[in-house]
């Protein structure tokens, strides 16, 4: 009995251990993969040339991704800073300041907003937001624009994120002790003070790492943003114009025009760098959570 026992035991050990290792492995995997496929690529042009060149002409040999990097960084920063506002402060709002009957209602409707697929919110950007922007945005600046802009996708991908941003806030702050907060409140702290200084100070650690994971997701977005944000490859800091960000030209193009030489490891190449920034990303919001942990 006692050696069934031990045998069981180490049995699940070693798939435990095992499934820890397959995980850890899995981005290296990927990225080794992705690489070998990109690899012909850096026989006629170097790594450097590849990020920051600005041509894009794949039936001349010349691939330049830096439209594509831009216009993906741009619409996620947009995403961003539309998103942080709002979620932060409704998730204080929920967690602090309403009823429990309000919670009980927001919780199906996050649910909901999150589990939509993708394609649906493309259509809505395409039916609501595109003709704002063209209809409404475009004129208040005294200018034209089809609406497939930058800042169409940025609108669009910053509603796809608010659920997933807003419920992991939502269980940071439910985190906090309730006797920290009655502590700061018998202290002759406001409500607001002991919100400010216990909820929120006190778990900037979790805020980074919910906002970490959102800029993660609305990086690799696909779909949705594909079908608002124009496609066009050009570098322009104007919100009101068209981009094209990687996962879009990875979406439309892979399949169709593999019969240009070089074009399957360009497109490879391209989602080696979706892996490389995702990575950078997750390790800058690692660094910041490690330094708030630290303060």
Same mark, same amino acid.
């Given at each position: 009995?006692? !050696?069934?026992? @031990?045998?069981?035991?180490?049995? $699940?050990?070693?798939?435990?251990?095992?499934?820890?290792?397959?995980?850890?492995?899995?981005?290296?995997?990927?990225?080794?993969? =992705?690489?070998?496929? /990109?690899? +012909?690529?850096?026989?006629?042009? %170097?790594?450097?040339?590849?990020?920051?060149?600005? $041509?894009?002409?794949?039936?001349?040999?010349?691939?330049?991704?830096? +439209?594509?990097?831009? &216009?993906?960084?741009?619409?996620?920063? =947009?995403?961003?800073?539309?998103?942080?506002?709002?979620?932060? =402060? /409704?998730?204080?709002?929920?967690?602090?300041?309403?009823?429990?009957?309000?919670?009980?209602?927001? *919780?199906?409707?996050?649910?909901?907003?999150? #589990?939509?697929?993708?394609?649906?919110? &493309? @259509?809505?950007?395409?039916?609501?937001?595109?003709?704002?922007?063209?209809?409404?945005?475009?004129?208040?600046?005294?200018?034209?624009?089809? &609406?497939? %802009?930058?800042? /169409?996708?940025?609108?669009?991908?910053? @509603?796809?994120?608010?659920?997933?941003?807003?419920?992991? =806030?939502?269980?940071?702050?439910?985190?906090?002790?309730?006797?920290?907060?009655?502590?700061?409140? %018998?202290?002759?702290?406001?409500?607001?003070?002991?919100?400010? *200084?216990?909820?929120?100070?006190?778990?900037? +650690? #979790?805020?980074?790492?919910?906002? #970490?994971?959102?800029?993660?997701?609305?990086?690799?977005?696909?779909?949705?943003?594909?079908?608002? @944000?124009?496609?066009?490859?050009?570098? %322009?800091?104007?919100?009101? *114009?068209?981009?094209?960000?990687?996962?879009?030209?990875?979406?439309?193009?892979?399949?169709?025009?593999?019969?240009? +030489?070089?074009?399957?490891?360009? !497109?490879?190449?391209?989602?080696?760098?979706?892996?490389?920034?995702?990575?950078?990303? $997750? !390790?800058?919001?690692?660094?910041?959570? *490690?330094?708030?942990?630290?303060?």
């Amino acid at each position: 009995m006692q !050696l069934k026992r @031990v045998l069981l035991d180490k049995i $699940n050990g070693f798939w435990m251990v095992t499934s820890l290792a397959t995980i850890l492995c899995l981005p290296l995997i990927i990225g080794t993969g =992705l690489y070998l496929k /990109a690899a +012909p690529l850096f026989d006629q042009q %170097s790594f450097m040339s590849l990020v920051f060149s600005s $041509n894009w002409a794949p039936s001349k040999g010349e691939f330049g991704f830096w +439209p594509f990097i831009a &216009g993906s960084l741009y619409v996620t920063l =947009l995403s961003f800073l539309f998103t942080a506002p709002v979620c932060l =402060l /409704a998730a204080i709002y929920l967690t602090q300041f309403s009823s429990k009957q309000l919670i009980r209602v927001m *919780h199906p409707v996050i649910d909901v907003l999150a #589990g939509l697929p993708s394609v649906i919110y &493309g @259509v809505w950007g395409i039916l609501i937001i595109v003709p704002f922007v063209s209809d409404y945005v475009a004129p208040i600046f005294g200018t034209t624009s089809s &609406g497939y %802009s930058t800042l /169409a996708g940025g609108i669009v991908l910053a @509603v796809m994120c608010i659920p997933y941003i807003l419920n992991m =806030l939502i269980e940071v702050f439910n985190t906090v002790p309730s006797g920290l907060k009655e502590a700061a409140l %018998s202290m002759g702290a406001t409500r607001w003070e002991s919100v400010k *200084h216990v909820v929120i100070r006190g778990n900037f +650690p #979790g805020i980074i790492s919910a906002y #970490g994971l959102g800029i993660a997701k609305a990086f690799g977005e696909t779909i949705a943003v594909m079908m608002v @944000v124009g496609n066009v490859v050009k570098v %322009s800091g104007n919100p009101l *114009h068209a981009a094209y960000p990687l996962p879009a030209l990875i979406a439309n193009n892979y399949g169709e025009m593999l019969s240009i +030489p070089m074009y399957d490891a360009a !497109l490879m190449f391209a989602a080696f760098l979706l892996l490389i920034i995702i990575l950078a990303f $997750n !390790l800058i919001f690692r660094y910041l959570i *490690h330094k708030t942990k630290r303060q």
